[in-house]
């Protein structure tokens, strides 16, 4: 961890590499790794995590035209302690000066410039990033990859002050920030990337420069693969760490109501109206034009 202090940095030749896991993603890793790699990403470290839906082998695929490295992972999904295992990965294979720890759903767009090194030309210990839900088209419920074409943002994030109402979109709160580390320091990524334990604490800043645009609610189909999933991990550790949110999830869909749930993420045209008014949506489209399909 001491390393921290000898590692020297450039800041015109800036090596980034993105970490990410992933679990059934077929549907939004090849734009993600095609999006980050033309905005500057030079390499990244991908664990795959008993995909069955061709999530591997798209990665095979991509690994001919990118510099990516792939590890298989056959346990159970245990974000907090594959994304910390991925940054010392990377870190050992590729010395990178910064590392983004991201999800399959999530894409790091710079506000200004083509290239997110434009605003890592510094050193630090760990950059904090606003995160933006997007609003998923309503055709979505059927068509799986209707949720690029995504123009709204919640720009003003509701805080809820009654969670436990059911009648809420979730979707419209307030979306915790995720962390890029400087992996020279690092010593572990905290649950959901939404921070980090580094030698450097006293070094940390947000950054008003790059967004995460998230993509949490894509098609029904992959908002009951991703339930799935939590229910594995609840199913065999029962007392993990793990949002009450998912959790609520999980109990939805084992009583066969998880479609009614996901209905509550889809908005007609008068109710985006509404939001627009009143301030909670906001339409961008830097992420439609941005993201490569």
Same mark, same amino acid.
Do not use: C
């Given at each position: 961890?001491?390393?921290?202090?000898?590692?020297?940095f450039?800041?015109n030749?800036?090596?980034?590499?993105?970490?990410?896991?992933?679990?059934?993603?077929?549907?939004?890793?090849?734009?993600n790794?095609?999006?980050?790699?033309?905005?500057?990403?030079?390499?990244?470290?991908?664990?795959?995590?008993?995909s069955?839906?061709?999530?591997?082998?798209?990665?095979?695929?991509?690994?001919?035209k990118?510099?990516?490295?792939?590890?298989?992972?056959?346990?159970?999904?245990?974000?907090?302690?594959?994304?910390?295992?991925?940054?010392?990965?990377?870190?050992?294979?590729?010395k990178?000066d910064?590392?983004?720890?991201?999800?399959a759903?999530?894409?790091?767009?710079?506000?200004?410039?083509?290239?997110?090194?434009?605003?890592?030309?510094?050193?630090?210990?760990?950059?904090?990033?606003?995160?933006?839900?997007?609003?998923?088209?309503i055709?979505?419920?059927?068509?799986?990859?209707?949720?690029?074409?995504?123009?709204?943002?919640?720009?003003?994030?509701?805080?809820?002050?009654?969670?436990?109402r059911?009648?809420?979109?979730?979707?419209l709160?307030?979306?915790?920030?995720?962390v890029?580390?400087?992996?020279?320091?690092?010593? +572990?990524i %905290? $649950? #959901?990337?939404?921070?980090? /334990?580094?030698?450097? !604490?006293?070094? &940390?800043?947000?950054?008003?420069?790059i967004k995460n645009?998230?993509?949490?609610i894509?098609?029904?189909?992959q908002?009951?693969?991703?339930?799935?999933?939590?229910?594995?991990?609840?199913?065999?550790?029962?007392n993990v760490k793990?949002?009450?949110?998912?959790?609520?999830?999980?109990? +939805?869909? %084992? $009583? #066969?109501?998880?479609?009614? /749930?996901?209905?509550? !993420?889809?908005? &007609?045209?008068?109710?985006?109206?509404?939001?627009?008014k009143?301030?909670?949506l906001?339409?961008?489209?830097?992420?439609s034009?941005?993201?490569?399909?």
């Amino acid at each position: 961890m001491l390393d921290y202090f000898t590692h020297r940095f450039d800041p015109n030749n800036i090596m980034l590499v993105m970490t990410i896991l992933v679990k059934n993603e077929a549907d939004i890793i090849e734009a993600n790794i095609k999006t980050h790699a033309s905005l500057g990403v030079d390499a990244f470290v991908i664990m795959d995590n008993n995909s069955t839906d061709g999530t591997r082998e798209i990665l095979s695929n991509l690994q001919k035209k990118f510099e990516i490295t792939i590890i298989d992972e056959k346990g159970y999904y245990q974000q907090k302690k594959f994304m910390t295992k991925l940054a010392f990965l990377a870190k050992k294979i590729y010395k990178p000066d910064w590392i983004i720890n991201n999800d399959a759903d999530e894409f790091w767009i710079p506000n200004s410039g083509n290239s997110l090194k434009e605003h890592l030309n510094f050193k630090g210990g760990i950059l904090r990033i606003d995160r933006f839900n997007m609003i998923p088209p309503i055709e979505s419920i059927e068509k799986e990859d209707m949720f690029l074409n995504s123009i709204y943002e919640v720009s003003n994030q509701i805080n809820y002050r009654v969670a436990k109402r059911e009648d809420i979109s979730v979707l419209l709160g307030q979306a915790s920030r995720k962390v890029i580390t400087n992996p020279y320091g690092l010593v +572990k990524i %905290n $649950s #959901g990337n939404h921070s980090a /334990e580094h030698i450097a !604490f006293w070094n &940390k800043k947000i950054s008003n420069e790059i967004k995460n645009y998230h993509y949490p609610i894509r098609s029904y189909k992959q908002f009951e693969k991703r339930v799935i999933t939590r229910k594995e991990v609840l199913d065999n550790f029962p007392n993990v760490k793990m949002g009450n949110h998912y959790r609520m999830l999980v109990a +939805k869909y %084992n $009583s #066969g109501k998880l479609k009614d /749930e996901y209905k509550k !993420f889809l908005f &007609k045209d008068n109710e985006i109206k509404l939001l627009q008014k009143i301030g909670i949506l906001s339409k961008n489209e830097i992420p439609s034009k941005t993201i490569i399909r």
